[in-house]
C-alpha cells in the first residue's frame, strides 16, 4: 500500500483540481540565485505532467502549494541536449576536417532486455546525428563472461574506437566489476572504472571521464545559470552510477552536499535544507512537495514506469519525485520524460569527442 | 585576530575557571546509543587539555555548557592502538611461523622536514614492536623525481616489501600525483591511489588498502560500540588523505553523511546537527562548543602546534576541536594528543600486515 501511495498519480483528477496557469520566473532572484533563460525556451513545456500525487496526510507545505498558483521553471533537457549535440557535431567536423579523425563509440549489448535494446538504438540514433561512428556488438543472453571480454579487448586494441560502453544490466551469471574493469580506462567513456571515480573524489585530481547522468545533471544546473558554489546540496540516493558520482561532482563545484539513503532516518527534513536536489533513487513520486525548501531547484533523475490504463502502451514514465507537488514549490524543476535522460546521452557522446581528442591530441 | 579566538586557550585561568569533576557514563544510553567500555581505560586521561577557546559573543549552548559538571567519556586513541599493535603482534608470529613470511614496509622520506623525520621515527618503531620490516631510504631535500620514482620501483619489485609510502609533504618541485601512483596498488598501503578512493566511493566493491587515518577514526568508534549505521554524521574538511575518505567510510557504514568545507556558509548550523562529528581540518580549536549536539560524538584528527611559553618546547599540539568546550557536550571525543594520532600508525601496520597475507595467500 506505502508504494500506492507514491504511484497513484491520476491525471484526470489533477486537471480538474489545479488551474495549471505557468508564470515564467524570468530574471527574477529566488533562493537560488538568478535564473537567467539565455538558452531555455520560455514557453511552457508541452511534455509536463498533469499528475498529482496522494497521500493520507499531506503536510501543510504541501497544502500551502496548492493554494498558490506560482510554478517552477522546467529544465528543459530535450533543448539542452539538442544545443549539445549541436556543439558536437561542429567540433567533430572540425577534427574530422584538421587531422581525419571520425570519434567512433562501440556498444556492446548482451541479451534481449527490451529496455537495454532501446537505449541502445537511442545512443546509435545520436552518434549519427552528431557524426560520431557507432560500433555494435549483440551477444545472446546465455554467452560467457569470457566472449564479452574478448570484445571489449578487440575494441581496447581498434585505434578507430574511442569509446566503450558495455549496456547494463548485464545478465547474473556475469561478474559487472570483471566486465567493467576490463575496459581501457582511456575508452571507459561511461566513466564508471573506480579510478575515474577515485580522482572524482579527489582534489587537484581530474578523472577522465565523468559518469554521463550525473554529469547532465550538472551540465543542466551550467546551462541554466544556476550556480552551485556554497549551496546545500542533497543527493537522494547513492547508486554508483547516478548518486555518488553527482555528491561529488557537486562537492567539486563547492557545494555543502548531504547524501540521503534507504538507512537515513528523516531522509525529508534533511532535504528540506538543500538548495540543489538531485533525486536518483528508482521509486516513482517519493520525493514528495514537503521535502522541498521553497526555491530549491530540483533534479529528478528517476525514469519509473507506472501503469496506466489510459496510455496506449499500458504504462507511462514517472520520475522519483512527485512533480505537480514539487513544481508547486521549486523554482526550476526537470520533467520525466524530457529532463536528465536526453542529457545522458548527449554527455555519452561529449565524452566520446573528449576520449577522440585525447588519443589523438587535438584541441 | 580571527585565529587568535580558536587559538589563545589559556590553560591556567582555565583551571580556576571550571571545577573539572568528571562523571563517566558508564553503560549510559545516549543520544548516539549505549557506549560500552568494554577495552577502554574508566581513570581520567593525564593528558587531557585543560583549556577553553574564548569569543567575543559565545552561543547560548556555549554558555548553557559551562555551568554543568557533565563530561564526556575520552576515547582513548593510545589505548586502542597498543591493543591493535598486540593483536598485529600475534598475527605476524603467527605467519612467520606458518609461512616464514615477515611482512615489510619500506619508508621513503624526502628531504629534512623535522615534522616529517619524527613521523618516520614512529612508524619505524612501531613496525619494530610488532615483528614487522621496515626498510627506510632517505634522500636529500634537492633530489629529483626520477630518484624518488626509482626507488619506488625497486621496492614495488621487492617481494621482501608489502608497503610502500612515500612521506608527504614532498618537496614543491615535486609532482606528488605522479610520485603516488608509481606505488604499486598491491603496495598502496596508504591507500592513496584514486583506484582505492573510488573502490571506497562505490557499493559492492572492495579497496585494497583504506587510508590510515580515516580508518583509525572509524576503527575507534567500532572499539567503543558506538554505531554508525543510520547516524548522521558531519565530516569538516574535505582533504584527499582524511576528509574525503572518512566520509566515504561513514557512507559505507550507512551513515547519512554531510561533509562541511571552507566554502560551506554555517557549518555550525550542519555539525549541530550529527551524531557523529569528525573533524579534519588544520585549524585549532575551530569547533566550538555551539556546533556540537549534546550527545554527540566528536573525533578530532588536527594536531596544530600553537605558542605557549610555558611548554619546554614553545609549542603545544591542539586539535580542530575546541576541547575544553565541546567536552562539556559531547557524549564521547577524542583528545589530542593521544585521540586518532596513535591509530594511524596502528592503521599503517594493519594494512602492512593485510599486504603481506594478501600477496601470500595467507588467512
Known amino acids: 500500500m506505502a508504494s500506492m501511495i507514491f504511484t497513484d498519480c491520476s491525471s484526470s483528477t489533477t486537471a480538474r483540481l489545479l488551474p495549471l496557469t505557468r508564470r515564467p520566473l524570468l530574471h527574477t532572484t529566488n533562493g537560488i540565485g538568478a535564473l537567467r533563460w539565455l538558452m531555455a525556451p520560455t514557453k511552457p513545456s508541452s511534455r509536463r505532467a498533469l499528475s498529482v500525487c496522494f497521500s493520507a ?9 496548492l493554494t498558490t498558483e506560482e510554478s517552477a521553471k522546467v529544465i528543459d533537457g530535450k533543448y539542452v541536449a539538442k544545443t549539445i549535440q549541436k556543439e558536437i557535431a561542429a567540433e567533430v567536423s572540425r577534427m574530422k576536417e584538421a587531422i581525419g579523425v571520425v ?8 541479451g534481449n532486455r527490451k529496455d537495454s535494446a532501446a537505449y541502445v538504438r537511442q545512443k546509435t540514433k545520436v552518434c549519427e546525428s552528431v557524426g560520431i561512428n557507432s560500433f555494435e ?9 569470457q566472449e564479452v571480454l574478448k570484445y571489449i579487448s578487440e575494441f581496447n586494441d581498434d585505434p578507430s574506437v574511442h569509446g566503450i560502453l558495455v549496456q547494463l544490466p548485464l545478465p547474473a551469471h556475469m561478474n559487472d566489476e570483471n566486465i567493467l574493469n576490463a575496459v581501457s580506462i582511456e575508452k571507459d567513456v561511461d566513466g564508471f572504472h573506480p579510478v575515474h571515480i577515485g580522482r572524482l573524489a579527489m582534489r587537484d585530481r581530474e578523472p577522465l571521464f565523468v559518469p554521463c547522468t550525473p554529469k547532465g545533471c550538472i551540465e543542466l544546473l551550467r546551462r541554466y545559470d544556476i550556480s552551485i558554489k556554497g549551496k546545500r546540496a542533497v543527493v537522494i540516493g547513492r547508486s554508483n552510477i547516478v548518486g555518488t558520482p553527482a555528491a ?31 533525486a536518483a533513487v528508482g521509486k516513482p513520486n517519493m520525493v514528495r512537495g514537503g521535502w522541498i525548501k521553497p526555491g530549491a531547484v530540483v533534479i529528478d533523475v528517476g525514469i519509473n514506469p507506472v501503469e496506466d490504463a489510459k496510455s496506449p502502451r499500458g504504462h ?20 520525466v520524460p524530457g529532463g536528465v535522460g536526453p542529457m545522458t546521452v ?18
Not at 252 to 273: G, M, Y
Open 346 to 363: 548527449a554527455m555519452l557522446v561529449s565524452n566520446t569527442l573528449i576520449s577522440a581528442k585525447r588519443i589523438h591530441n587535438f584541441q
Open 57 to 65: 496526510s499531506p503536510s501543510p507545505l504541501v497544502n500551502a502549494s
Open 248 to 278: 561529488l561532482l557537486l562537492q567539486r563545484e563547492d557545494a555543502t552536499v548531504s547524501v540521503v539513503h534507504s538507512r537515513t532516518s528523516n531522509p525529508e527534513e534533511l532535504t528540506r535544507q538543500a538548495d540543489i536536489v538531485i
Open 137 to 145: 556488438v549483440r551477444i545472446p543472453e546465455d554467452s560467457t563472461e
Open 103 to 110: 570519434p567512433g563509440l562501440a556498444v556492446i549489448l548482451v
Open 316 to 335: 507511462r514514465l514517472v520520475g522519483d519525485v512527485c512533480y505537480d507537488e514539487v513544481s508547486k514549490i521549486a523554482s526550476a524543476i526537470t520533467p
